[in-house]
Every structure is written in structure tokens, then in C-alpha cells.
């Protein structure tokens, strides 16, 4: 499967500037990858103007995103601001497939260090995705720093997505969690970030990567710069690794209290 990492600057509390920048980067992708990955709140920065920003799910960003993913043949992964049925707020994961196929995931771990916990609902549902042959775990930035939340269980998953406004402040955080889930988890690790400077005055430098289930990094972006990489990821080394080296049967048995 073929995974494109987009790291970009996002325009501050701007949908249309940011859609629109999107649409030029899918043209540049055409027919070239599977899956296309965005940073967290990728159509609006990661702003708490909820009552402003917030969309449902019938609303014009989700539906233009599938029109695309169709399009364009791939799958879109990120987050944005959704107003829920509920009369809540929640950071959602959105996966679209080309094939019109939808699955949603809602931050678990909200950020309260940024006041996320006063302005959104956490979500407690943990699905995996199936696509292109591989079981995908959604992940939403803070999420990272909770090992239990993203625990391979028996080998559930194959590739962990992790979308991110996270800080150049604390980028070493970032670089080696997502190595280490990677390796701890035996499976694939994508983590995409953006760049610039948001409305909070908050440096963001990137750092968006794939790495390996050893801790390889196979795909990677410059710090500080907008861009694209892809890269194939299979499967067969992954279930290699498995037999050859089967930590999941040495897995300490628990259950976690959502």
C-alpha cells in the first residue's frame, strides 16, 4: 500500500484556503498512492472557536473529501472540528476510502494543557480499519502519549495513524514515541504533523514520518518545510517478523477501564 505523508502549514480558522491547497496536492498525487495523510484539524489549525468552526457530518468539508477520495482514488485520512448528533463537539478522525466507504474515530486524549477538554467531548470507541489488505489503528496526536490506548492486542492491527498539531517545543517527544510504538507494537507507524505558526502564537517544525515495525524510518519530511512523501509499505515482512520474533504471546493480559 502506497502512503503519502503531507506536511503543511495550515491557514488559521480557514477552510476554504486550506481545501483548496489540498485539491492542488491531490492533483499532484494522481493515480501515484492508496492513502493520503493530513495533519489533525487540517481545515482550520487546532482552534477551540468550536461553536464557529464545527461542521456535521452532512457538512461541506466531509462531503468534499469524499468526493475527492472518489476522484482521486484514495483514501483521505485526518481530523476536523465535527458538531455530533449529540449537540457536542468532537476532534474527529475521518478515513474516507475511494469506494465510498466512511469510518470516524474521536479523540480520546484531550489536550488540556490547551483547553481541548473544555471545548470537546472525548470519544471512548477504538475501531480498526480495514483497507487495502491492511487493519489500520486511528490515532489523534495527544493519543500518542498513552501506550495502553494504542496496545496491539493480539496482533489486532497493522499500521497505527497518527494525525498532529504537536509543538515544535516538544518535537523529541514526538520523534521517539512514535518509533517506540512502532517497535513495541510490532506494526507500522505513520505520524503526520504540520509546519508554521498558528493563531496561539504556537511554532509547529513537522517531524512527520512512517517508520517500520523495528523502528526503520522509511518516509520522512524536513523539518520546517511543506511537502509530500510516499511510500509502499507490505505486509508480508511484517507477518515475517511475527513468526520470527512473536512478542504478542508474551503479552501481559489486562483490561482497560475507558
Known sequence: MRITLIQ?????????????RLHLRLEELKGETDLVMLPETFTTGFS??????????TGPTIKQLQQWASQYGTALAGSFIAHHDDGNYRNRFFFLTPEGEATYYDKHHLFRMGHENECFTAGNERPIICYRGFRILPQVCYDLRFPVWSRNVANEYDLALY????????RAVWDVLLQARAMENQCYVCGV???????????????????????ER??????????MATTNIELAPLQHLREKFPVAADADNFILQK
Not at 494525525?163 to 516538544?170: F, G, I, K
Not at 522509511?218 to 511537502?227: I, M, R
Open 8 to 20: 503543511t502549514d495550515i491557514a488559521w480558522e480557514d477552510k476554504l484556503e486550506n481545501l483548496r
Open 48 to 57: 477551540m472557536n468550536v461553536e464557529q468552526l464545527a461542521e456535521p457530518m
Open 163 to 170: 494525525v498532529a498539531c504537536w509543538p515544535a517545543s516538544r
Open 193 to 215: 504533523n504540520r509546519t508554521g505558526t498558528d493563531g496561539n502564537h504556537l511554532l509547529h517544525n513537522g517531524g512527520s514520518a512512517l517508520y517500520s515495525p523495528k523502528g
Open 218 to 227: 522509511l518516509a520522512f519530511l524536513p523539518d520546517g518545510q511543506e511537502g
